[in-house]
């Protein structure tokens, strides 16, 4: 029982941290869904602001305090990445128009240890997609839409 637990701890290990760094992956990209849905719904510029690991949404409150704006640690539990980096144009700001079109199209790449997620904005039309790749090979897509 101690070997299986030996040998199987590792890979049990490896798929957490793959889970996280895809969960977190999913977390940005509905974000980013919301702002750019509430662009549409109120017809009113909405923008999405990423500083290192952390981002915000503008007009949207904290689910935690209503007093607060709705900001996103990625280093903090439950996601624990090593990074998040967002590249939109040269700039860490996605901001969507009154009718939901991006300022510019770009991604977030999330990574912990091995693990990587990109969650790309398409310029033209803001739809978002989730890809998820390891350094020892292989990249899927996750998400779409």
């Not at 974000?31 to 662009?39: L, M, N, P, V, Y």
């Amino acid at each position: 029982m101690g070997i299986f637990a030996a040998v199987s701890a590792p890979a049990f290990l490896d798929s957490l941290l793959f889970h996280r760094v895809e969960t977190a992956a999913r977390r940005v990209k509905a974000d980013i869904d919301q702002a750019r849905g509430r662009a549409r719904l109120t017809s009113t510029a909405q923008s999405v602001t990423f500083s290192g690991s952390t981002y915000t949404l503008s007009g949207a409150k904290s689910l935690d305090n209503p007093n607060n704006v709705y900001s996103i640690n990625l280093q903090k539990t439950p996601f624990s990445l090593d990074s998040a980096a967002a590249n939109f144009n040269s700039a860490q700001v996605l901001s969507f128009d009154g009718y939901g079109t991006p300022s510019s199209g770009g991604t977030v790449v999330l990574t912990a240890k091995s693990h990587q997620c990109t969650v790309t904005v398409n310029a033209v039309t803001g739809a978002t997609t989730v890809t998820s790749s390891h350094t020892n090979g292989g990249t899927a897509q996750v998400t779409g839409g």
